[in-house]
C-alpha cells in the first residue's frame, strides 16, 4: 500500500504545518496591524483582531491606586493626558543633561520621518543601563503604574526608549516615509505612549496633535478598520507609505466624530497617550526644535512580556 504519509495535503502535516505558524505569530512581539491578504482582509480578518483584543482587554481588571486615578480617568475618557511640572527639578536637569550629552557626543542619527522638511535626530536609550533618563522615566513607579492601569498589563519588561529632537530644516534628503504625518492609529488594541517634553513645545514647534476619544472601539471605528485593511492589503505592493494608505477618509472622519487637538506643554511636561486613538505629528512654522524622551510600552503585549515570571 502507498505511504501517503509525506503528502502535502495530508491532513496532520497541514495541521503541524498551521501550528506551527500560529506559533510564531504567538511568539512573535506585539501583535501586527493591517497585516495579510487581500481575500483575509475582505473576509475580515482585521474585524476579528480588533474585536477579539478589544473584548479581552475589556475582561481584564486593573489596579488603579488614588495616585494615578485622574490620569487614569482622563486617559480612558480622551485617551491622552497632560502632566506639567512631572520630575523634581533635579531630575528633570539631570534627564536634560544627558539628552544634551547625546547630542553633544555625535550619538544622534539623523533622518527625515515624512514628506515634509522636517528632520529627526535620534538616539536609543538602553533602559537597562544607568543612567538618570532609566532611573527617573524608565522606572519611574507613576508611569509604570499609569501604563499598566492604561494596558490592564502587568510591566514585565522594560519600554523602548530613545532621545529625540525634531526640527524644521531645508535640504530634505530622501524621506523615511512612516505615515506619522497624517492622520492614523497605530494600533487596534489599547497601548501606551509617553513623551517627556524637553522644552516648551505648541503649535509652531511640532506639538502632538490627538483626537480626544478616538481610542474607543466604535461601530464606527470598526467600519474603518474593516475598509482601511482592505486598502493597506490591495495596495501593499504598489505603495511604500502604508501610513497613506491608513489614512481615513473624509467620510470615515466625521463618521467617528475626529476633531484634532494640540497637545501643548511647557519643558517637564509629561504626555502619555493610548494610540490606539488618532494622532499625527504636528506641524513646524518656527525654527525651535521639539525635543523630548519617548517611552514605547507596546511590547506589552508581547509574548515575551506575557511570559517573563516576575514584574520588573
Known sequence: MADTSSSILNPLHVG??????????????????????????????QLLRAL???????????VVESEIEPAVSAMLRDGVVLIPDFLPA???????????????????SRSWPEHVDVAEDYCAVKANKPSAISQ??????????????????AIRIDPRVSARAWRRMSGRQRANLTGAAYIHADIHYPTCKAWLYLNDIDERNGAFIFCKGSQKM?????????EASIRVARNRHSSSNNGLLRKPTERQISAMKLRETSMCGKANTLLIANTQGFHRMGDFSDERPREKI???????????????????
Open 90 to 108: 533635579e531630575q528633570f536637569a539631570a534627564v536634560r543633561a544627558e539628552f544634551d550629552a547625546m547630542a553633544a557626543s555625535g550619538r544622534f
Open 218 to 226: 466604535t461601530p464606527a471605528r470598526l467600519a474603518y478598520e474593516y
Open 136 to 153: 527617573y522615566l524608565v522606572r519611574n513607579p507613576f508611569l509604570t503604574a499609569v501604563a499598566a492601569a492604561v494596558t490592564r498589563r
Open 16 to 45: 503541524r504545518g498551521v501550528a506551527r505558524q500560529l506559533a510564531r505569530w504567538r511568539d512573535a512581539g506585539a501583535p501586527k496591524y493591517h497585516t495579510g491578504p487581500a481575500w483575509a482582509a475582505v473576509m475580515g480578518l
Open 52 to 62: 477579539h483584543k478589544n473584548l479581552a482587554y475589556g475582561a481584564r481588571r486593573a
Open 294 to 312: 519617548y517611552i514605547c510600552f507596546r511590547e506589552v503585549e508581547s509574548a515575551q512580556n506575557r511570559r517573563t515570571p516576575k514584574a520588573r
